[in-house]
């Protein structure tokens, strides 16, 4: 589970990276490349999919916890 958050995490980051170098560059360095559009594009679907998957995980992880939780109550 850790490993699916870090990577969703390092995901984040370099799509985070990737919009800032985007406005940040200058007005000469904005090139219109469709293969970075469809890279970068690429790479905010695959950080949505992870950060779904993460939730999903993160979901039944507390309810295990609560489950086991309410057992050693018992």
Known sequence: MSRLIEAAQRLKSATDALERA??????AAQVEDPRLNEALEQ???ENEELNEAADQVA????????RIQSMLES
């Open 22 to 27: 985007a406005v940040d560059s200058p007005p």
């Open 59 to 66: 979901v039944r992880l507390d309810r295990a916890i609560k």
């Open 43 to 45: 790479a905010r679907r």
